[in-house]
């Protein structure tokens, strides 16, 4: 039997991962983190020291047992390891690489009490990459039903909704307004941090269950929610649309040329790949002295995106400190060694014209932190008589998003007072049969939020058309026959019929 492991005997510093040099990765779209080989794994997995109350799991949304894969991981079960993690995540190569760990799992990692935690991030991402290398996804048996469901929005919290429908048996199809599927994984994030091929690999995987995607189709255009209940058949609906509509600062000049949204920037480079024009038909007016307005993930990937365009400068203009930076740090890190100029306590009033209708400048005022406001963060006051003008030629506002109105204007779903979806525990909406989840519900979330949101209504749905609990172990009790439980063998589904009168 192996020793227990404590906090002395395990490596005392967290394993390093490789990655770009800053001056080459700045001119090429290639991914900047190269991840973990084998070696480098294995010693990561042996810093876990698998604690009984698995404060790790806690802090998942979706609950993946973290020791679980680790411990594969330490034995060199490579593919045990996937199949661990792949019981509730079927995205292990997409959110190792782009959920916020430090703030969820590894933010409560017991190693971290003492020395750096455990780098659960990395050690998924290196099995999910192994498992894309491998094709280790294979299409499982499922007990077909007759019920068909119908998923609006590609994004996260669609495809975990869909894969778990999947495997109960559904008939699932995924309708996506643009034309390629993946929402925000393949809109919103560039390649250098996200690369395409990824989600291509974990949209097959997703084919597999027989899951089927139907892009080009804008619900709410083309047919509306209550349609896809009353005339195409489908027995439940998710709405995971997100909420990419982009939010403007509403100052001065902000409809100058020259000025757009972060969202535009990134769908036109990522989507769009306007990072290739001539070669690809979109481009992207791009200028020499760019000025992003935001701190959080989405300003880093527009500020490194415009950079590898070929701007001459970048900057950061954000009215709050560093500390207060929505951004995860690795990301202000690896902007801060690209060479992005960082101003912080400095916020726009307006934006300046050149006399021909393009931006010629900002004219920005200093700030100060002042008592928390509502967010916990200290709140940033002008500093009287301290305006000045920051020379720039284009501007982007990476503020934040909201609610697409699109759904919320073609059905009669019940909206809160932003124009976001109410629901209920389940993640019911007002209209039975419907369901939604992720950010189209909470406003802007992480990539295992939404996913867990999406899981969430998944086992709403079921319960709704009657499905064996989707969540539940299928572990064969000892009063089973052939599988099935005594207390489920004169189980039968009775819908009942309700007519008008």
Same mark, same amino acid.
């Given at each position: 039997m192996a020793a227990k492991r404590t906090i002395r005997s395990i490596p005392q510093d967290r394993t390093p991962v490789r990655e770009q040099p800053p001056a080459e990765r700045a001119t090429n779209f290639t991914e900047v983190n190269l991840g973990y080989d084998e070696t480098e794994a294995t010693r990561e997995a042996l810093r876990c020291l698998f604690c009984a109350d698995q404060p790790c799991v806690r802090g998942c949304p979706v609950s993946i047992d973290i020791p679980g894969f680790i411990r594969k991981i330490s034995d060199q079960d490579y593919h045990g390891a996937y199949d661990t993690i792949a019981r509730t995540n079927l995205l292990p190569a997409v959110c190792g690489r782009v959920c916020p760990q430090e703030s969820q799992c590894e933010g409560v990692c017991t190693v971290g009490e003492s020395l750096e935690p455990v780098a659960i991030g990395r050690l998924e991402r290196f099995v999910g990459d192994l498992a894309i290398a491998g094709d280790w996804a294979r299409r499982p048996y499922i007990a077909p039903t007759a019920y068909r469901v119908g998923i609006v929005g590609s994004g996260p919290a669609g495809m975990a909704c869909a894969a778990d429908l999947a495997k109960a048996g559904c008939q699932v199809t995924v309708f996506e307004a643009l034309h390629l599927p993946g929402g925000v994984l393949r809109y919103g994030i560039p390649d250098f941090r996200l690369p395409g091929e990824v989600i291509d690999a974990e949209i097959a995987n997703l084919e597999k269950l027989g899951v089927s995607f139907e892009c080009n189709t804008v619900v709410g255009r083309l047919f509306t929610i209550e349609q896809m209940i009353d005339e195409l058949g489908f027995d439940a609906v998710f709405i995971g649309t997100g909420a990419g509509y982009p939010t403007m600062l509403g100052i001065p000049g902000d409809s100058l040329g020259g000025v757009l949204s972060a969202n535009e920037l990134l769908t036109r480079a990522n989507l769009m790949q306007a990072r290739d024009f001539p070669a690809h038909d979109t481009p992207i007016p791009l200028g020499r002295q760019v000025a992003v307005v935001g701190a959080g993930n989405t300003a880093m990937d527009a500020m490194r995106v415009c950079l590898r365009l070929g701007a001459e400068q970048v900057h950061c203009i954000y009215r709050r400190s560093r500390a207060e930076a929505p951004a995860r740090v690795e990301e202000v890190h690896h902007a801060e060694q690209e060479g992005i100029e960082f101003h912080w306590l400095t916020n726009p009033v307006a934006i300046l014209d050149d006399g021909a209708g393009a931006v010629r400048a900002m004219r920005c005022v200093r700030m100060e932190l002042g008592e928390p406001d509502d967010s916990g963060r200290r709140r940033p006051v002008p500093v009287p008589g301290s305006e000045f003008e920051f020379?720039? %030629?284009?501007?982007?506002?990476?503020?934040? +998003?909201?609610?697409?109105?699109?759904?919320?204007? /073609?059905?009669?779903? +019940?909206?809160?007072?932003?124009? !976001?979806?109410?629901? %209920?525990? %389940?993640?019911? /909406?007002?209209?039975?049969?419907? !369901?939604?989840?992720? %950010?189209?519900?909470?406003?802007?979330? /992480?990539?295992?939020?939404?996913?867990?949101?999406?899981? /969430?209504?998944?086992?709403?749905?079921?319960r709704y058309l009657g499905i064996r609990d989707i969540f539940r172990p299928y572990a064969d009790p000892d009063d089973s026959v052939f599988g099935i439980a005594a207390h489920e063998s004169s189980f039968v589904r009775v819908r009942e019929a309700v007519t008008a009168g």
């Open positions: 020379p720039c %030629d284009q501007v982007v506002f990476a503020i934040g +998003t909201n609610a697409n109105p699109i759904i919320g204007q /073609t059905s009669r779903l +019940t909206l809160n007072r932003w124009g !976001y979806l109410e629901v %209920d525990a %389940d993640l019911a /909406t007002s209209i039975a049969g419907v !369901y939604a989840g992720g %950010d189209i519900v909470t406003g802007a979330a /992480t990539v295992i939020e939404a996913m867990g949101a999406g899981r /969430t209504a998944a086992a709403g749905i079921a």
